[in-house]
């Protein structure tokens, strides 16, 4: 015999509208419907920084339309939220609202005493068992006791009845997937709410305790410093690259704490942030070779960022103010600043490619004097060369809501396998007087499997008159 339950409440009235809207299931079609269409379209339409190429060719008005709507950020807008935040509460009430029958079913303990269920129970089910009719008895009731542990039953002159029962926890099964859900969606949830993704570039042998987060570009403290000791590249023979990867130290409060090589696939694990190694390349240094002429005398120098050297003849002092590694596509440029003994001091720009400056830059720009590299008398700069150095890309990334998707998705399996594969099965047994023996009728009711329940009883009257 097949118990059937409906997933839904069969309640007629409710504490109100509110109650009966989200205890539908109805709702909850209509709402994983929704989820598969927004995911759908987070799929099809380029996300976030990938989104940029394909909005450039848009039409304004529907480039608009997709900006109101947040379909460039699909997961992260208010209508995916709206949407979690509607299944989350629907799954709650649903379990609420159906947990008063579940545990009836649970608790009850039916009595041993029920002629119904072997109404219409085929031979097979039925055997006859030869002996003395007490011992026959407490052999069964050993069995019984033996296999399922509680027995409940009911003993008369003509004839005994046992209550049995297995596998009444999978009548919570659903609720531990309705669980794994919510804890799945809790993790999302508070990964999008407290974690961020970001990126930083460290130059070998520096370090740095900020990075700059994805999406709105802003600088975020780690805690701790990261440095790179040492970056180290392999290529193939045909020049692709092959390895790369960098030597970490994590230190905390000046101290180091922890060292580590980063590898691409491989991440770096600290203090809950994960690293990844994302990019590598080269920047300006802090050094660039300058040239100076004047008075038809040529002449080479170095000069360091934020240092000075002195001039000849005048005694001015030059400083190096900043590098840039391409300014407008025309390639590295570097502005110094000059100090005279006696006047104000002069700032320009100069550049390594300075024909391309020409016909790059706006006649305006040319004309002034911050793009002038003759513009302090009689001298004439021109940039030889800028020190170059390798810096390695780190993807950075924290997410506190993994453990508790992990816990989710582990709490799913064991919900799902609970649900299918394990069934709640309420057996009696029944002894009858028979010619020198006993008469032994074995029945059940189950809330899925029925042919299982069947295969089961038979066996377990096997069972039974072996060990009697």
């Not at 060719?57 to 950020?73: A, E």
């Not at 740095?208 to 999406?215: E, M, S, Y």
Request: charged fraction near 20%; glycine fraction near 8%.
């Amino acid at each position: 015999m097949n118990e059937t339950m409906s997933c839904g409440s069969n309640r007629k009235s409710g504490p109100g509208i509110f109650w009966r809207f989200f205890s539908s299931v109805k709702l909850t079609i209509v709402l994983l419907i929704i989820l598969a269409v927004v995911s759908v379209i987070g799929t099809v339409i380029p996300q976030r920084e990938a989104s940029i190429d394909f909005a450039m060719g848009m039409d304004p008005r529907l480039f608009q339309i997709f900006m109101s709507l947040d379909l460039f950020d699909i997961y992260h807008s208010l209508l995916f939220r709206i949407i979690i935040g509607f299944l989350v509460m629907n799954l709650v009430v649903c379990s609420i609202d159906r947990f008063p029958v579940t545990w009836k079913l649970f608790s009850h303990i039916p009595s041993p005493d029920k002629s119904r269920v072997f109404e219409g129970i085929s031979g097979e089910q039925t055997c006859i068992l030869s002996g003395n009719n007490k011992i026959i008895l407490d052999r069964i009731e050993r069995f019984l006791r033996k296999r399922y542990g509680r027995v409940f039953s009911k003993k008369g002159d003509s004839y005994s009845s046992f209550f049995v029962q297995t596998g009444r926890f999978s009548r919570f099964g659903v609720y531990l997937v309705h669980l794994s859900i919510l804890l799945i969606l809790a993790g999302a949830l508070a990964g999008s709410l407290f974690g961020f993704e970001g990126y930083v570039k460290i130059i070998e042998g520096d370090k740095t305790d900020k990075i700059l987060t994805r999406g709105n570009r802003q600088q975020k403290k780690l805690g701790f410093d990261i440095r790179c000791d040492k970056f180290t590249v392999s290529y193939y023979k045909n020049g692709m690259p092959k390895e790369y990867k960098s030597e970490l130290t994590f230190i905390v409060n000046g101290k180091e704490v922890e060292k580590g090589t980063l590898l691409v696939n491989h991440p770096l694990y600290f203090r809950g942030i994960t690293f990844y190694q994302a990019s590598y390349g080269t920047i300006p240094g802090k050094k660039i070779l300058l040239r100076a002429l004047a008075n038809g005398k040529s002449f080479s120098f170095y000069v360091s960022l934020k240092d000075h050297v002195h001039l000849p003849d005048n005694g001015a002092e030059l400083h190096l103010e900043d590098i840039r590694e391409n300014i407008a596509g025309i390639g590295p440029a570097a502005l110094i600043s000059i100090l005279p003994k006696h006047g104000n001091r002069v700032s320009f720009w100069i550049f390594k490619n300075p024909g391309l400056a020409k016909s790059r830059l706006p006649e305006p720009m040319l004309k002034s004097s911050k793009f002038n590299p003759s513009a302090f008398r009689p001298y004439t700069f021109f940039l030889e060369g800028v020190n170059t150095v390798c810096y390695t890309g780190l993807q950075v990334s924290k997410d506190p809501g993994v453990p508790i998707v992990w816990a989710g998705c582990i709490i799913l399996v064991t919900g799902l396998f609970v649900t299918f594969f394990i069934s709640h099965r309420r057996i009696w047994v029944r002894a009858e007087n028979h010619k020198g023996g006993i008469r032994l009728s074995v029945a059940g009711m189950a809330n899925k499997d029925p042919a299982g329940l069947h295969r089961y009883l038979l066996k377990l009257v096997n069972n039974i008159r072996k060990y009697v």
